[in-house]
């Protein structure tokens, strides 16, 4: 299994720009997808990007594209999330997480085995 550390989040003001890590430990990093989700309190947890195991793919939320980014070094076993142009509606604790199983990148909760334990990400207007 993978161990994951979320990383990066702060206080930025609208406009500005944040860079999330993911960094793993444990099994090989480049055997897993990883998706990064947020999550307002009261709210679900939604998916934000994923990026496949070879970094080839990516896949974003509509509200994020064009703004996020996400890319991976697998050698340093860190996925990042690149975030520009923030907006208060951004702000959430964001999750990143690993899928092990999926033959194509997932966007739902369920298909994420794995989960760091979240960065708050505050964007003040």
């Known amino acids: 299994q993978v161990q994951l550390v979320d990383a990066g989040g702060g206080l930025v003001q609208t406009g500005g720009s944040l860079r999330l890590a993911c960094v793993a430990s444990?099994?090989?990093?480049?055997?897993?997808?990883v998706g990064w989700f947020r999550q307002v309190p009261g709210q679900e947890r939604t998916f934000v990007a994923a990026?496949?195991?070879?970094?080839?793919?990516?896949y974003y939320e509509d509200s994020v594209t064009g703004r996020f980014t996400i890319s991976r070094d697998n050698v340093k076993n860190t996925v990042y999330l690149q975030m520009n142009s923030l907006k208060p509606e951004d702000t959430a604790v964001y999750y990143c997480?690993?899928?092990?199983?999926?033959?194509?990148?997932?966007?739902?909760?369920?298909?994420?085995?794995?989960w760091g334990r979240g960065t708050q990400v505050t964007v003040s207007s």
């Open positions: 997480a690993a899928d092990a199983a999926s033959l194509v990148l997932r966007t739902t909760r369920q298909a994420y085995e794995y």
């Open positions: 444990g099994r090989t990093f480049s055997d897993y997808d």
């Open positions: 990026i496949r195991r070879t970094g080839g793919r990516t």
